[in-house]
């Protein structure tokens, strides 16, 4: 395209799309020119996007090495239902993968799940249906796959898949136990064991009803603590360590359940922040004699049961012990036969203590636990009694998860965003250190992209998954020295690619930084196609803002990204103080004033814009989701940002309504820490908006319950203040499924169309 005509080309992409949210299906003569002008260069629609199959090509999810490192399992969506997910595996060696479980065809009419089983599948953040999760047992000879609600078993040996259960009530959280000997899994709030070789059940507990339920995370656990179970297999499958969890002094917060066919109130017990959380105790059943015994965690019961690990022979159970203001937390040795509890290290902060999944326990009997004191997040080992015996790790860049340990070798692997010893947050790869001597980090993975691995258990090799700007989520398996062996989906970006159509029409994506406080914030700017520096366009920031693994990275674009910059919008999102796995500085600078210090850095990036000559000024948005949501109405009431509009979906906007862990580990309890949500509270601020707003929300949500946006919706009414809305019956805090995620980016273009895009008012002058 030349650049004579890259003007009119936007302006005509803008009105292609346009046309696409009314149900317009033709296109005019112009725009048939230009998606024929060359391959590749189509023009991607909502309607393209939100169909099947997926854009983003047969990416591999779940992908798991077996134990020996001889077999790959990963899950893989159907091609005639991208929603409904098969067990695939694929051998090490030579050999192409094969379909292990298909879940139409052992349970062709998928009944529905039960309201247990939507919550956590809720808090996993799981949509699809058919196989969503799967294990192996330690020694590789099974994978156990639970699927609608029933129980499979699937034999590594021939393939053959045998079904054991077949009830009216779900079971959840089922594991092969350590030796293959038996199956677990929970139903209807108790634990029951099955034992593989003469089909009987055990319950090993029986009085889970009501209130009381054993072996399942609580709420608090799943949604924020990021630990999906509440039992554990010693390795010699002797002892089952399991909670028990008493909800009644959970304030019941009345939740008006709104779907298509009407609405329903569910009584749910839901810890808001300074409020009461469940009680959770931890318990020892011995398998041999019958006993249970219930472990020393303290006096206080107000504390979080954060995570917990058995050593390498299964003589000791360590428990971590989290106090309520998060500022302690304690690892616990605990005799599993007594229930006997010591502390052997603590580590405490100012701010908060991060949990995390990098204790690892060795067989000599030492492990290797992480920590933030010196202002990153490292490595460490430690002998049985809780000694340190040195740093594995070090230096002003954090370890973002331990991956594997090799003890045959020693080699430590772990994932990090760091390059030549310096911190790079755009990029992730995996390293690979020692265990027995100081020495610096080698990289096994490539630098220019984003890689996470997951390692077998003998840390001889892994499964990388990786991808970039260019190249589509791939999944292939490498030695431990990264050499590597196959892939597993090599998803290349040929012909043959869903996205093929549409490749050359992406977006040029740059990087930059801004200085905010002495903290560098990192940046991504994504263009439309044609783009011509000497004309001015509309921006849409995208932000999240809150604590998470941040937004900008350089790694492979969602297809979402085209549909705004094919409307002749320029995308920038800046990853704000708080956001990101970065230094703990970096990260508590929000701690007790959140929706402050992500502001006054949205504020920066704002000034930033401005200052760019192919921006323009009066035509700049915001759109974000959950703790997006929250930070979109801040800045559109913010007047030095100066936003034409913002599009706010599922926002907290009154953090006492939300739940305790997570509110409490930023802002504290609202009666210790009363300035700081009266601060956050947007509702006072409504009279500020500097724009239009757009706010939607789930009407099941049971995450970021319907009350925060029903607050400002009666605010602004109350105010005469003019505002868009979009509801979404039956939907939780994410909306799902291709229909409804179709209709809501229609809504997004046309509401973006009119506030800054060809039919904004600044468009018309």
């Known amino acids: 395209m030349t650049a004579a005509n890259s003007a009119s080309s936007v302006a005509v992409m803008r009105n292609i799309l346009l046309a696409s949210t009314l149900l317009v299906a033709t296109l005019t003569p112009l725009a048939a020119a230009i998606a024929q002008e060359a391959p590749g260069s189509a023009i991607l629609t909502p309607e393209r996007v939100f169909a099947d199959p997926a854009l983003a090509g047969p990416v591999a999810k779940g992908v798991s090495l077996s134990p020996d490192g001889e077999l ?10 991208v929603d409904v997910q098969d067990l695939w595996a694929a051998p090490t060696g030579a050999g192409e993968p094969f379909k292990l479980i298909d879940a139409r065809a052992l349970v062709p009419d998928a009944g529905e799940l039960s309201e247990a089983e939507k919550a956590r599948r809720e808090r996993m953040r799981i949509s699809a249906r058919g196989v969503v999760e799967y294990s192996w047992d330690e020694q590789g000879r099974y994978i ?6 029933d129980v499979f078993l699937a034999e590594r040996a021939g393939g053959a898949v045998r079904r054991l259960t077949e009830t009216e009530a779900d079971e959840i959280d089922a594991k092969v136990s350590p030796e293959g000997n038996y199956v677990s899994w929970v139903r209807d709030q108790d634990l029951i064991v099955y034992d593989l ?43 089952i360590a399991l909670q028990r969890t008493d909800e009644s002094g959970v304030d019941v917060i009345p939740r008006l359940d709104i779907t ?5 109130v569910v009584e749910q017990r839901y810890p808001r922040a300074g409020r009461p959380n469940a009680v959770v105790e931890l318990y020892v059943h011995d398998r041999q004699t019958g006993r249970r015994t219930r472990v020393d965690l303290g006096r206080n019961t107000d504390i979080y049961l954060a995570r917990v690990n058995w050593s390498a022979d299964g003589r000791t159970l360590y428990v971590q012990r989290q106090s309520r203001d998060q500022k302690t937390l304690d690892l616990l040795s605990v005799d599993p036969a007594t229930g006997a509890s010591r502390v052997i290290v603590t580590q405490r902060s100012d701010a908060w203590t991060p949990l995390t ?31 340190r015996l040195r740093a594995i790790t070090s230096g002003d860049w954090p370890v973002k998860s331990l991956d594997g340990v090799n003890q045959q070798t020693g080699e430590v692997f772990f994932t990090a965003s760091m390059r030549d010893g310096r911190e790079l947050p755009i990029e992730q790869q995996l390293f690979r250190t020692s265990l027995r001597e100081e020495t610096a980090p080698t990289p096994v993975t490539p630098a220019g992209g984003w890689w996470s691995t997951s390692m077998n258990r003998t840390g001889t090799a892994f499964v990388g998954n990786y991808s970039d700007l260019d190249t589509p989520p791939r999944s292939g398996l490498y030695r431990a020295d990264g050499s590597f062996v196959r892939w597993i989906e090599e998803n290349r970006l040929d012909a043959s690619h869903p996205y093929y159509p549409y490749v050359s029409r992406r977006g040029e994506v740059t990087f930059g930084s801004l200085e905010s406080q002495g903290e560098t914030l990192v940046w991504q700017m994504t263009t439309p196609p044609g783009f011509d520096p000497s004309r001015q366009y509309p921006v849409v920031m995208q ?8 937004g900008v990275k350089r790694a492979w674009q969602p297809a979402t990204n085209q549909l705004l910059t094919e409307a002749g919008y320029i995308i920038f999102r800046m990853d704000n103080r708080g956001e990101g796995y970065r230094s703990a500085a970096f990260k508590e600078a929000l701690h007790l004033k959140m929706g402050q210090p992500e502001i006054e850095d949205q504020v920066r990036a704002a000034n930033y814009l401005r200052s760019l000559p192919f921006v323009d000024d009066h035509r700049i ?24 509009s913002a599009i706010s979906g599922a926002p907290v906007t009154d953090w006492s309504l939300y739940d305790t862990h997570y509110t409490e580990r930023f802002m ?8 700081g949500y009266a601060a956050s509270d947007v509702v006072p601020q409504l009279n500020l908006m500097t724009g239009r707003l757009l706010l939607l929300h789930g009407m099941a949500d049971d995450n970021v319950i319907f009350e925060n946006t029903t607050r400002v919706l009666n605010a602004l009414q109350e105010g005469s203040l003019p505002f868009e809305t979009m509801l979404y019956p039956g939907q939780r805090h994410g909306i799902r499924g291709n229909p409804r995620q179709l209709h809501q980016w229609r809504t997004y273009l046309d509401f973006l169309d009119r506030t800054i895009g060809s039919r904004a008012p600044s468009a018309q002058d």
């Open 621 to 644: 948005s915001a759109m974000g989701w959950s703790y997006g949501g929250f930070m979109t109405l801040h800045m559109l009431t913010e007047p030095e940002m100066g936003l034409a």
């Open 543 to 550: 932000v999240y803002g809150g604590p998470s693994g941040g």
């Open 72 to 81: 790959v399992a990963f899950l893989r969506s159907r091609e005639d239902d």
């Open 668 to 675: 504290s309890t609202p009666q210790a820490n009363a300035e």
């Open 144 to 149: 156990l796959a639970p699927l609608e609600g």
């Open 197 to 239: 070789a003469s089909g009987r059940e055990t319950p090993i507990t029986t009085d889970g009803e009501g209130l009381i339920t054993w072996a399942t995370a609580e709420f608090i656990a799943q949604e924020e603590m990021d630990r999906d179970t509440g039992y554990w297999w010693s390795p010699d499958e002797r002892y």
């Open 260 to 264: 298509g066919g009407g609405a329903t």
């Open 357 to 387: 999944h990098d204790f690892k326990a060795l067989e000599d009997g030492t492990f290797i636990w992480s920590s933030e004191e010196s202002g990153w997040r490292h490595l460490y080992l430690h002998d049985r009694d809780g000694r």
